[in-house]
């Protein structure tokens, strides 16, 4: 009866105790709303000396703001980026950064990644190739990404060559989308895919080179028509379709004929639809 | 009471009796040991997506020419009142290639023809990409103008699986969507539920939040303002969505071990859903016996996959408004777990079916589906023990009241996690209402949910066929936009 009593009321305080998380998750949460119109301000006041009176800007407060103004430099170009760059050193960015990847915690390195790739004029391609070689599969996307992003094209070839081979590979989606944001110029920058033949590394060499209009591609994908993968067998039509010529139409008529898989088929017919 | 018998008698009676509460004391015990370890794990994983969540990824998805594009099946049976505002929420959606494929399984309300007024549609004949069996034949076709969609309208075998099947034959996307007729998503939802896809290959499946529209408003199609509805039933349901959703399905998926993506809201890969033959036609749980299928068949082909849940993305759906509407819904439900519980009895307690056949499924075997029974069955006997006097009244109050405070207990954790995980129910009238219906809820909703889930079990075990049921559907309440 005692223990039973006991029970009764531990779970009766159980309750009253959730309701007071209630209410203080609510107060923090009112607390964090009123820190981060705070930093909004901090930032604003920031990026407003930066980029309109030039010079001056005052030191941070937090690594939170660091941050924060590291995100804009990612969306900005020419003047402005190098402005917010020249900050961001100024304020130790770069070292909170390396000290930052070199952390347990894979958010942390993630974070640190972002910071250096966005403070540094040009960043380390070294520094950056040990990033794609991360243990955790989301520091190497966000590495990839990031590196992407300054659109510099020395990026494509280890983005690439992450995206083929055996061990801490990089997604095949993550790696298009770095590549798509780096200058895409040459299909030879993809060579990792057409020597190793990978079927995901197939898939982004030919969805890349293919969306980015470069004409050298037909041949791989002309090749990779008959590839036992059928997503890379779709992925070859889709960019036969978009930079194909003539000399594609043959070929597709040939693989219309003697494809199983109905979707490659229907992706065929449109392909033939655009280039007759 | 029982004064006149044989004290032999009275000895085993009592023993029995005593040893039967026991039995039920340690089964709660383990009740609560299991919710808490997975309410454990739902808020390690929910911070830890929210740590990771970048606008920036998505953005990069949003452009990618690798992005996967996606067909959204959508099964309607009386669906009139809503599924307009359904389709148009899917023709807002942020992302780069949506293919909508709406079926109208038979309704006898004009949902096709509502449809057809809408928008403008020309009948067309096409082959099937991926012909699969269906219980009743298509009628026609219509192929929406301007639009990547498509209207099917087919006999209804009444059976919802048997509708999702009929969409999927015309999917053309690498990735296949199902959503209910009476749905809305959030523009941002397939893009948030598509990216574990991007993020690691080895995802086959994944699913979103579903959370009750009722008493929200709508903007164009858009969830402008949530409410907590005022009717107590959909209070109680909104309560049930953030335990079941946000809370169990992050802890499940967490330990690798998710049973359910909401037929309301979950994306496959189509090429595991041909494989499979797509959903299992017989089943009333065809969501759940399609997740089951592809962990099986995934661990006996001993590949790497990953079935995985997202806490972030909304799906908006109309929940049933009147208590006799959501007693046959639970009936539905309970005989569909019965059901599919009985066809997964080989992975049970198997260690090659992983934390799925480990803990998941005896879980739900234990808790889920005998959990409605016992629970009628731990009232009887309380009360045939008291009356007996084998059991002092005091005690049995006391353990009643126990029960209460646990479930209480539960239900404002799960608005805590809410709270500080999402903003839909932030304003201070919501979390009133919630609270107060936290402390409602057991007293008015759970002896009631019991008998229902009783039923449906019963159902089951007597192989009893089922239906879609009748369903009363009011539509979602629509603002225009002012100017």
Redesign the interface.
């Known amino acids: ?1 005692t223990a ?2 006991v ?2 009321w531990a ?2 305080g ?2 009253a105790l ?2 007071v ?2 209410l203080v ?2 107060a923090r ?1 009112a607390a964090g709303d009123r820190r981060a119109r705070g930093r909004r301000t901090e930032v604003s006041a920031i990026l407003r000396t930066l980029l309109v009176a030039g010079e001056g800007a005052p030191a941070p407060r937090s690594t939170v703001t660091l941050h924060a103004i590291a995100s804009v430099a ?1 969306r900005v170009r020419g003047e402005d980026r190098e402005a917010i760059q020249c900050w961001l050193r100024d304020n130790g960015a770069p070292l909170v950064a390396r000290r930052g990847m070199r952390s347990r915690r894979p ?1 942390e390195r ?1 974070r640190a990644v972002r910071l250096y790739v966005r403070s540094t004029v040009e960043p380390s391609m070294s520094v950056l190739i040990r990033m794609l070689d991360d243990a955790d ?2 520091v190497r ?2 590495t990839a ?1 990031e590196w ?2 300054t659109g510099r094209d020395e990026a494509i070839e280890p983005v690439m060559a992450a995206a083929c081979r055996e061990e801490r590979r990089l ?4 790696a ?3 590549i ?2 780096c200058r895409l110029l040459d299909a030879e920058s993809l060579h990792a895919a057409w020597s190793t033949r990978d079927p ?1 590394g197939l ?2 060499a030919l ?2 080179g ?2 980015a209009g470069i004409a050298a591609v037909q041949p791989y994908a002309l090749q990779s028509l008959d590839h036992d993968d ?2 890379v067998r779709i ?1 070859a039509v889709d960019a036969l379709r978009r930079i194909g010529t003539r000399r594609a139409v043959e070929p597709l008529q040939r693989r219309a004929a003697i494809e199983g898989n ?2 490659v088929r ?1 992706h065929v017919a449109e392909a033939l639809a655009v280039l007759s | 009471m029982i004064e006149g018998l044989d004290p032999v008698v009275v000895d085993i009676v009592r023993t029995t009796l005593l040893v039967t509460t026991i039995v039920f004391a340690l089964y709660f015990g383990l009740y609560q040991l299991f919710s808490v370890t997975i309410v454990v794990r739902a808020i390690g994983a929910i911070a830890d997506e929210r740590r990771w969540a970048s606008d920036d990824l998505l953005s990069g998805t949003f452009a990618s020419p690798l992005t996967p594009g996606v067909s959204i099946l959508v099964p309607a049976h009386n669906e009139s009142a809503g599924v307009v505002a359904c389709v148009e929420s899917l023709l807002r959606l942020q992302y780069p290639q949506v293919q909508i494929i709406i079926v109208d399984d038979g309704s006898s309300d004009g949902t096709s023809d509502v449809l057809r007024e809408r928008f403008a549609t020309s009948p067309v004949d096409l082959e099937p990409l991926n012909p699969l069996p269906l219980l009743k034949p298509i009628e026609a076709l219509w192929q929406f103008h301007e639009r990547d969609a498509l209207l099917i309208r087919k006999t209804s075998s009444g059976r919802r699986a048997d509708a999702v099947n009929a969409a999927l034959q015309f999917a053309r996307h690498e990735l296949v969507c199902m959503i209910d007729g009476d749905s809305i998503l959030e523009p941002t939802a397939l893009l948030h539920v598509v990216q574990p896809f991007i993020d690691d290959p080895t995802v086959v499946a994944s699913g979103g939040i579903v959370r009750p529209a009722n008493g929200s408003v709508l903007i164009e199609a858009e969830v402008d303002r949530v409410e907590v509805p005022d009717r107590l039933i959909e209070r109680i349901q909104v309560l049930e969505y953030l335990r079941a959703f946000l809370v169990g399905r992050a802890g499940w998926s967490s330990i690798k071990g998710l049973l359910i993506i909401s037929g309301a809201f979950g994306v496959f890969r189509r090429d595991t859903l041909i494989g499979l033959g797509g959903l299992d036609a017989r089943s009333l749980a065809e969501d759940a016996e399609l997740v089951v299928a592809a962990h099986r068949h995934h661990r006996s082909e001993r590949e790497p996959y990953r079935i995985v849940f997202v806490a972030r993305p909304v799906c908006w759906t109309e929940t049933p408004s009147t208590w006799s509407a959501v007693a046959r819904q639970r009936k539905r439900w309970s005989q569909g777990l019965g059901e599919l519980l009985r066809s997964a009895r080989d992975m049970m307690l198997r260690p090659r079916y992983g934390s799925l056949g480990m803990l998941t499924l005896p879980y739900f075997w234990l808790f889920e589906q005998w959990g409605a029974p016992l629970v009628l069955a731990a009232f009887a006997l309380s009360i045939l023990t008291g009356a007996l006097g084998i059991i002092p009244w005091e005690v049995i109050g006391l353990a009643i009241a126990i029960s209460y405070f646990v479930a209480v207990a539960t239900s404002l954790l799960a608005i805590a996690i809410e709270l500080a995980a999402t903003a839909d129910y932030r304003s201070a009238r919501s979390m009133r209402r919630l609270m107060l219906t936290a402390f409602l809820e057991p007293i008015l909703f759970y002896f009631p949910h019991a008998v229902w889930r009783t039923t449906g079990l019963i159902r089951a075990i007597l192989s009893r066929p089922s239906e879609w049921g009748a369903q009363q559907r009011a539509g979602f309440v629509q603002r225009a936009t002012t100017s």
């Open positions: 009866m039973l009593i029970a009764g779970a009766m159980l309750c959730l309701i998380i209630v998750v609510r949460i990612s958010i993630a599969l989301r996307s966000t990404l992407g992003s997604p095949p989606l993550v298009s989308i770095a798509m944001r995901d898939r982004v969805s890349t293919s969306a059928v997503l992925a109905a979707i229907h």
